[in-house]
């Protein structure tokens, strides 16, 4: 079974209308920060541009809607990472990996590490009532990206 990493389309989101609102902030990333993109699905290097922004990432009718904070480089493309291929930014790092139904409904969920992240997407996706996962930082509990089959 094969599947992708999406990251998002920040080509759709209002920074500045976010901004006015106080739900985003400009930063500037600096020397030693690991910033991950969840546009590019890579940290933003040191000296670019991010915006921390809150993000309704599992807009959902069911009790298992759900935002947060998550960082957009600046100008960034939207990441695809096809063919099982595990995405810079969450090959590094501890992951909470959550299934959900068409309906929006948890029905499985999991911690991996980097190493481990293509197997574990593999095995919930085995499961009959899961339709997509979202990939969170399992630490700090953002949102990372949404993982769907291909």
Known sequence: MSFRFVG???????FAHLSR???ATRLVVTPGENLPCRATLDDAPPGSAVWLLHF?????DSPYRAAGPIFIAEDAARGI????????????RSLALRAYDGAGFLTAATLCHGS???????TLFQQVRVDYLHAQYAAPGCFACRVERE
Do not use: C, F
């Open 116 to 122: 481990e992240t293509a197997a574990v997407v593999e």
């Open 8 to 14: 998002l389309d920040a080509q759709s989101i209002d």
């Open 56 to 60: 309704m990432h599992h807009p959902v």
């Open 81 to 92: 990472y096809r063919h099982d291929e595990v995405p810079p930014s969450l090959a590094k």
């Open 21 to 23: 609102r106080g739900l």
